[in-house]
């Protein structure tokens, strides 16, 4: 009997071990989580663009939204298009083509194209 | 095995630890939004002392003006919805006139219309292709600055602020050398 109860106190005393080592890893791993993601994870201020709507913003060119990307060359090479170079600062400049607009906004277009440099 | 688990759960947890760290890091390297830099810098590649051979009859009392600022934007440029913007706070700018260049004149008139830019002589460039031709100019914003219809300097600016205060600063120093010189002239 009293190796019974011996067994059955050290079974007790394994499992409290057991869950205080399940409960100290649970808060380690919880604790650090929390530390790096109130310390580290930072979301870079949102950048408002000054395009209108039905385009979109890439470097400094307003493009028609909802239009393939082309690939440079076939843009340049389109039967209409319309290049133009946009200031970013400075330094740097990226050159805008668009393909296609014959009316008006964003209709007829069929392609447009970036090119910034630094 | 709960070893091996906890061992796990550990390896887990500094994982993520350095994953959020490489995303901090990250974030760190993107500048942080302070005073914006202004700045008015020369167009290469124009050529200065050229008179058009035309004006478009929008801007005919251009050439007539002793000093002249024609702003050259595009409605595929953003910067210059920002620009166009920043005109309704220089109403009173006299030298001022505008060129947009588009792909389309109904782009360029909605441009002109969004800002109540009507108040300036404005030419809708359609294909940018008159200001091309005329003054070796395909990018915005620009800023042709002319005497009596001739070129007198092209310069790409950062607002219109910084421009037109820099731009009087020029023709404050033109204006002092040009009464020295008369002054000179008179003592001779």
């Not at chain 2, 630890?17 to 939004?33: T, Y």
């Not at chain 2, 037109?164 to 008369?182: F, G, N, P, V, W």
Request: hydrophobic content about 40%.
């Amino acid at each position: 009997m009293s190796s019974t109860r011996e067994a059955h106190r050290a079974g007790r005393g394994g499992k409290s071990r057991l869950v205080g080592r399940r409960g100290f890893m649970s808060g380690l791993g919880a604790g650090g989580l929390t530390t790096a993601i109130m310390i580290f994870g930072r979301t870079p201020p949102a950048h408002a663009s000054h395009c209108p709507p039905g385009t979109k913003e890439s470097g400094c060119c307003c493009l028609c939204g909802g239009v393939d990307g082309m690939a440079w060359l076939d843009c340049v090479s389109c039967g209409t298009h319309y290049l133009w170079t946009c200031q970013v600062d400075s330094d740097s400049s990226c050159r805008c083509c668009e393909c296609g607009n014959s009316s008006g906004g964003c209709s007829g277009v069929s392609g447009n194209s970036v090119r910034c440099s630094a | 095995m709960i070893v091996l688990l906890s061992a796990v759960s550990l390896v887990l947890a500094i994982a993520i630890v350095v994953l959020f760290a490489m995303m901090g890091e990250l974030a760190s390297r993107i500048p942080e939004p302070g005073p914006r830099r202004t700045w008015m810098e020369p167009i290469k590649d124009v050529q200065l002392g050229r008179i058009p051979e035309s004006w478009p009859p929008e801007l005919a009392q251009v050439p007539e003006r002793d000093h002249s600022v024609v702003l050259v934007l595009s409605t595929v440029c953003s910067s210059c919805r920002a620009h166009g913007a920043e005109l309704e706070n220089h109403t009173d700018w006299a030298e001022a006139a505008l060129v947009v260049s588009t792909p389309v004149a109904a782009n360029a008139e909605a441009f002109v219309a969004e800002f109540g830019l009507g108040s300036f002589p404005h030419y809708v460039d359609e294909g940018g292709d008159w200001v091309r031709a005329e003054f070796e100019v395909a990018s915005s914003p620009v800023a042709l600055v002319l005497r009596s219809g001739r070129l007198v300097g092209a310069y790409s600016f950062s607002d219109l602020d910084t421009l037109r205060s820099r731009l009087h600063e020029q023709l404050d120093r033109i204006e002092d050398s040009r009464a020295d010189a008369e002054k000179e002239v008179e003592t001779v």
